[in-house]
Structure formats: C-alpha cells, structure tokens
C-alpha cells in the first residue's frame, strides 16, 4: 500500500521561503514519478511541479517557474519541494502524489498524500 507523509507547511511571509517534503512508503520509489499539486480554497487542485525517478527531468507551472525547485532524494524515499519568493496567492494546501507514469502524475492521477498546509501572508 502506498504512503505518502508531506510535511513542512506553515505560515509565512510574502517573499519568504519553506521547503516541503514528501516521504514515500509501499512503493518502489526510484521507479515512480513524483510530483506536487495545489488547492487553495474555492479553486481546483492544479499541478505544481513533477519530478521523473532518476531526477534527470522536471517540468513545472508557469505560476511557479524560477521561484519553486522540486527535487528527490532516492536513497530517503523523500522529494522535496524548495519554494522561494512566495506570494499570497501560493497560499494552498500542497499534496504528494506518485505514479510510474508521468502522465498520470501530470494528469493528477495515482496515489496521494493528505496534504500540508502552506499559508503566505501579505
């Protein structure tokens, strides 16, 4: 059974940092694409960034491109997602997801974490 545990959020300013991590369990990590979506209240959950298994590929929303950087840690079964110069309205709750399939994870498919709460403040 697959376990995905984010961890990280909490509260911060406009053009703060934070960095969420996500541990992965019941899978076979270095196999499996990671990737982070968002969902601020009233709104959808949209794609933030996604990850290939060797970590050799990254692709991300425009909303976030030169501000996020998602990376993973094969050997901790973790990705990490490095997010800077935050804005209002990144303000959401950010889940996990993985699948062997990047168009799956980029489709907002496979398996999910429950999410952490990462709130900026203005």
């Known amino acids: 059974q697959v376990q995905l545990v984010e961890s990280g959020g909490g509260l911060v300013q406009a053009g703060g940092s934070l960095r969420l991590s996500c541990v992965a369990s019941?899978?076979?990590?270095?196999?499996?694409?990671m990737g982070w979506f968002r969902q601020a209240p009233g709104r959808e959950r949209e794609f933030v960034a996604t990850i290939t298994g060797s970590g050799s590929n990254s692709y991300y929303a425009d909303s976030v491109k030169g501000r996020f950087t998602i990376s993973r840690d094969n050997a901790k079964n973790t990705v990490y997602l490095q997010m800077n110069s935050l804005k209002p309205e990144d303000t959401a709750v950010y889940y996990c997801?993985?699948?062997?399939?990047?168009?799956?994870?980029?489709?907002?498919?496979?398996?999910w974490g429950r999410g952490t709460q990462v709130t900026v403040s203005s």
């Open positions: 997801i993985a699948d062997m399939n990047l168009a799956v994870v980029r489709g907002g498919r496979g398996s």
């Open positions: 019941g899978l076979t990590f270095s196999r499996n694409v």
